[in-house]
Structure formats: structure tokens, C-alpha cells
């Protein structure tokens, strides 16, 4: 079978509606998973602060979880985008050729893919200035960790959108 023959539906031998190849739903999942794993994690942060202070302020909680989904969904897409499109790219192509198309390799792949966009302006940072604070070491951390888990939440979206399982 060659690629020609991968766009064509197997029953009718014609091709297949655009939005079901799989290169056009992996570049719709590589653009939007910065961007919706972004929203999602400010989202639940916000919750979990209004939540956890139980203080309303001026603002209403609906005004501060959509708030927070966009400034999450800028972020996302500005900082994001590029490393998800090289790393989660060259990822999920690594991926399927081993075969592992569960949700779980992709959740990891997207989750490093997001400590890369704090860990490589970190690694450029340090290499001109060697000696940082306490609370910049801590900021860094906490910076990979949130990453990771908004990554993490981009690779469930990249999965749903992409069904690599499907294949």
C-alpha cells in the first residue's frame, strides 16, 4: 500500500473527507494543544485559588475562569506553538512508528514538550549569567512543573483530536 492509496476509503475507493487524513488532524492537534493544554490549566488553577480562599472579589467566578482559559490560551499558543510543532511533531512521528498509540506516551511526549519551553530559555539565561537567587531556582522549577502539567493537558488534546489509536 502506498500513500496515495492511505487516502482513499477502503470500501468505496475514493478519497477520504479532508478532515479525516491524519496529517491534517496532526497539524490541527500540533497547533491547538499548546493552546487548549494552556486554557486548561488556567482554568483549573483559578478554580482551585478561588477555591481555595473562598474571596469572590469584584469579579464573578465565570469572569475569572474565562479570563484565565484566554490569558492560558495566549500563552499557550505564543509560547508553546513553536515547541509543540518541532518536539511534538518529530514525537508523534517517533511514536507511531513504534507503535504506541495509547494516550499515556503522548501525555509524557507533551509534558516534556512543555518543560522545554521554560528549560531551553532557562539553559540560554544561565549560560550568560551563571549565578541565580534562591527565588529564581525556585521560579524555575515552578515554571517546569506548571508546564508540564499544561503540556500534559495539551498531549490528552493532541490525542483526542489526533487518534493516533484509530489508524
Not at 13 to 34: E, F, Y
Not at 37 to 61: K, P, T
Not at 108 to 122: D, E, H, Y
Request: glycine letters at 16%.
Amino acid at each position: 500500500m502506498n500513500a496515495l492509496d492511505s487516502n482513499l476509503d477502503p470500501r468505496l475507493r475514493r478519497p477520504k473527507p479532508l478532515l479525516q487524513r491524519g496529517a491534517v488532524r496532526t497539524g490541527i492537534g500540533l497547533v491547538l494543544a499548546p493552546v487548549v493544554g494552556g486554557a486548561l490549566f488556567m482554568v483549573i488553577l483559578v478554580v482551585l485559588m478561588v477555591a481555595g480562599d473562598g474571596a469572590g472579589g469584584s469579579m464573578g467566578l465565570l469572569q475569572r475562569i474565562f479570563g484565565a482559559a484566554f490569558m492560558g490560551a495566549i500563552y499557550g499558543g505564543l509560547v508553546g506553538l513553536p515547541y509543540s510543532l518541532t518536539i511534538g511533531g518529530l514525537g508523534h512521528h517517533f511514536l507511531s512508528r513504534r507503535g504506541l498509540d495509547s494516550v499515556l506516551p503522548y501525555v509524557g511526549l507533551f509534558a516534556m514538550t512543555g518543560m522545554c519551553s521554560v528549560l531551553v530559555p532557562w539553559l540560554f539565561r544561565l549560560a550568560f549569567t551563571p549565578h541565580g537567587s534562591f527565588s529564581e531556582i525556585l521560579g524555575f522549577w515552578s515554571g517546569l512543573v506548571t508546564t508540564a502539567v499544561a503540556g500534559a493537558f495539551g498531549g490528552i488534546a493532541f490525542w483526542r483530536i489526533r487518534r493516533p489509536d484509530r489508524d
